[in-house]
């Protein structure tokens, strides 16, 4: 069972920056990818970022490619998300997500993918 608490949202202008952090719990934190998905108001849960579980493969939704950068620190189970150069249209609720054992390589970007998840920080942008 891996337990995620995120950290980090609040209330920023646009082209402001903020930096999401994700505590995870369990030993083997090591052994999961992990990803950030986002969910504004009558909207969808969408993929944002993504990382291996060692860290050496990432991947991000193409409205943050070159914004965001998804990072992870596994000595202290935990995972980053640097947003910056924000917009009004990154305003939602932002979770980390954590999915079964497998493969170290595997970054996934479908929601169903993961299996764990935080209970979300609020992000929003004003114009």
């Known amino acids: 069972q891996v337990q995620l608490v995120e950290s980090g949202g609040g209330l920023v202008q646009a082209g402001g920056s903020l930096r999401l952090s994700c505590a995870a719990s369990?030993?083997?934190?090591?052994?999961?990818?992990m990803g950030w998905f986002r969910q504004a108001p009558g909207k969808e849960r969408e993929f944002v970022a993504t990382?291996?579980?060692?860290?050496?493969?990432?991947d991000y939704a193409d409205s943050v490619k070159a914004r965001f950068t998804i990072s992870r620190d596994n000595a202290e189970n935990t995972i980053s998300l640097q947003m910056n150069s924000l917009k009004p249209e990154d305003t939602a609720a932002y979770y980390c997500a954590a999915t079964r054992p497998g493969s170290a390589f595997a970054t996934p970007t479908r929601a169903n993918e993961y299996h764990y998840w935080g209970q979300g920080t609020q992000v929003t942008v004003s114009s």
């Open positions: 369990g030993r083997t934190f090591g052994n999961y990818a």
């Open positions: 990382i291996s579980s060692i860290g050496m493969i990432t």
